[in-house]
């Protein structure tokens, strides 16, 4: 059972009812994974469930998966939260991946005041899209329950005041 993917309707999954997967996530399994029905397969909602079950129909935007069982994963303690400070290339994505796939929590990205790159407030949202984008299919790659948390830029002044509620390293 190789195949992972992501789906809202996960959330409302129960032990004999069925998931419909539609969106990016079932194109691309229809497409690239050669999906066809009777595939085994997990579906997770991101937020700590993911149902095992066997695909019982498959069309060309979605498919339909028959629930066999449902996990659900607690939230971990301690939690463990990165602030990745903004690098050139794709160093800094490439720490968010990497950090995903090793179990974090949650990713601050940090506008440290020696760092070279910055991110402009205004395009600061498209930035944090993509790094969504990398959490998420980081969580996909190492079959996570979770999608980690994305905070919004902080400075160095930010991530200092965060330090009276958490324990940072």
């Known amino acids: 059972m190789a195949h992972f993917y992501l789906s809202d309707d996960a959330s409302a999954a129960v032990e004999g009812g069925t998931i419909d997967v539609t969106g990016s996530e079932a194109r691309h399994a229809i497409t690239v994974g050669r999906l066809t029905a009777g595939e085994r397969m997990r579906v997770g909602d991101g937020k700590g469930l993911i149902a095992h079950g066997v695909v019982s129909a498959v069309g060309s935007d979605r498919f339909e998966l028959r629930v066999e069982s449902t996990q659900f994963d607690d ?30 929590d949650g990713v601050i990205p940090w506008a440290a005041s020696r760092s070279i790159v910055k991110w402009d407030r205004a395009k600061a949202p498209k930035h944090e899209k993509r790094w969504g984008s990398i959490l998420r299919e980081a969580s996909k790659q190492s079959v996570r329950s979770r999608i980690p948390a994305l905070k919004p830029l902080a400075s160095t002044a930010q991530l200092a005041a965060l330090g009276g509620e958490n324990q940072i390293l």
């Open 75 to 104: 939230e971990p303690r301690p939690r463990l939260w990165l602030a990745q400070a903004l690098a050139k290339g794709a160093r800094d994505e490439l720490a968010i991946q990497a950090a995903t796939e090793l179990g974090v």
